[in-house]
């Protein structure tokens, strides 16, 4: 995601530790503690400027979203949203998905989402790939049994790769679309990266899987 980097972020975001986790000593409870309810517990990784997490929250009341985001300059945009129209159930982490155990305990996540995530193209940096066996079995240790993956790519390369990937790490792969939008699945919601490819006709690719027991 490019976009200009904005020397205030920091500091905004150091200003709001009720919405925007970024050390895990602001951390003192669980999710479910800090939300203050036995909701559900969703989590998108990489979540940009979080508008999926903006929308699934207004769709889905009941169930408490989580979106973890490295770059501050984006996800201060994300913390500005909330700012200006809260939302009970958002809650952001500024950090690296590589430190998801620091911020998560076993079982607390229950859905966990891959939208659009930077394909990383060339063969050596393979491990940077947000579905890489080292980030499955990251994702593997925060869920509860039986969750779902769900994930949203505009990259052919990077989709067929997760398809591999999460087969070879013995995961079940479930709901296989090659051409989201002209399938017969009628509740997606659109992520804004999705949103610009759509608008550019590009094919949008979706899959979900979960960890076999
Ligand atoms: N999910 C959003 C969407 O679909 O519109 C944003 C997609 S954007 C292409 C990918 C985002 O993932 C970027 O904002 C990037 O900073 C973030 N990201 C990539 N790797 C990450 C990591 N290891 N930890 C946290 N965020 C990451």
Redesign the pocket.
Known sequence: ?RLRHKPWAKQLIEEHPEYVISSVSQLQTSWKELFGNDNPVYV?????KG??LDNMSRAYPNINFIG????ES?LVMGLQRLLNEYQSNVRFIN????DLLEFFQPGEVDRLFI????PWPKNKHEKRR?TYNRFLSLYEKVMSDGAEIHMKTDNQGLFEYSLESMSRYGMTLKNISMDLHNSDKEDNII????EKFYQKGQRIFRLESFFSS
């Open positions: 995601m998108e990784v990489g979540t940009g508008k999926f973890i985001e490295k770059s984006v950090g690296d998905v590589l939208n659009f995530t930077d947000l992520t804004e990266y999705e």
